[in-house]
């Protein structure tokens, strides 16, 4: 078997060479082990378990430490740094962090990860050999999940984005004891922003599809979520001239998204629940506080 990076090998200690370290070898090849990658005593002659890697100078090299993802696996690997021009590098339990280059990611900025996310990658050769990390997808997450449980209905966990979209965003929902997690879709209805690759997010699954994958939300059930978006267009209205805002039921639903971070169903309940309690009305395409309203605007700020 030809030794490449990424591979788990039991090889042959065939010498000691200080002050470098040990050459183990499959009889064939022999690369070095240095002294700082053991992991307990070791003599030649003596077969060990290591994992290959390129070291700092581009050099096959073997550890006896344990990495967090080996060749063609799966793994939720945390970003360490982030380099501007080449990629974000992560780490993969060795004293050499991996590279996920920003060819691998979202093309906008924003929906890159940042330092202290922690992404779904797989491992992989890059031309030249090299290990590298590409975002796992699909393709690799979909046979490692559960099929989400009826009983997670309307109850919050926690997620990982892995895919981000405009009309909607890919998480892996923490299964906890139950298994690796389900796969859930955020709406963009459901969202108040644009979600980055490997962010955590509290999510809230709301149907279950009959392939097991959950459609979820971050907003609270619509009760609880009409109280704060209520509060949220009352305190826009606060800070208008006159208390007007030239936005009303008829204002379509990608404005609405775009300036009050909610669908439109979400607005039009919280406009009702304000007219309702007399603290707004609505004039052609406008809302403005009533007198109600705007007394109760100014009490709140005594």
Do not use: C
């Not at 060479?17 to 700082?36: I, K, Q």
């Not at 979820?216 to 606060?238: I, N, P, Q, Y």
């Not at 809302?287 to 605007?297: M, P, S, V």
């Amino acid at each position: 078997m030809t030794m490449e990076a990424g591979q788990t090998l039991t090889l042959r200690i065939a010498k000691e060479v200080p002050p470098f370290g040990y050459f183990v070898t499959d009889g064939t090849r022999e690369v070095l082990l240095h002294y700082t990658e053991k992991t307990r005593d070791v003599k030649p002659g003596e077969s060990v378990r290591v994992f290959l890697y390129y070291d700092t100078e581009d050099r096959l090299a073997a550890t006896m430490k344990e990495p967090l993802i080996h060749l063609n696996e799966v793994a939720l690997l945390t970003v360490v740094d982030i380099h501007p021009r080449i990629g974000t590098f992560l780490d993969m339990g060795l004293g050499r962090n991996l590279l996920l280059p920003f060819s691998e990611q979202p093309e906008l900025k924003e929906l890159r990860p940042i330092k202290g996310d922690r992404v779904w990658v797989t491992l992989e050769h890059d031309r030249q050999g090299r290990l590298v990390a590409k975002l796992a997808g699909e393709k690799e997450l979909v046979p490692l999940a559960i099929p989400a449980p009826t009983a997670w209905l309307n109850k919050w966990f926690d997620a990982r984005v892995y895919k981000p979209l405009q009309l909607g965003t890919f998480v892996v929902i923490d299964g906890g004891v139950a298994g690796f997690g389900a796969i859930g879709m955020i709406h963009a209805s459901e969202r108040s922003r644009m979600l980055r690759v490997g962010e955590a997010v509290k999510v809230r699954p709301v149907f279950i599809r009959e392939d097991g994958r959950a459609n979820v939300t971050m907003r609270e059930s619509k009760e609880k979520g009409r109280e704060e978006d209520s509060a949220r267009v009352l305190d826009f209205l606060k800070t208008r001239p006159g208390g007007a805002m030239p936005y009303s039921d008829d204002t379509p639903a990608d404005i609405i998204l775009a300036k009050f971070g909610i669908s439109k169903g979400a607005f039009k309940r919280a406009l009702g629940k304000l007219m309702k309690d007399g603290l707004i009305e609505q004039r052609e395409n406008w809302t403005q506080l009533t007198e109600a309203g705007k007394n109760l605007g100014e009490q709140a700020g005594e």
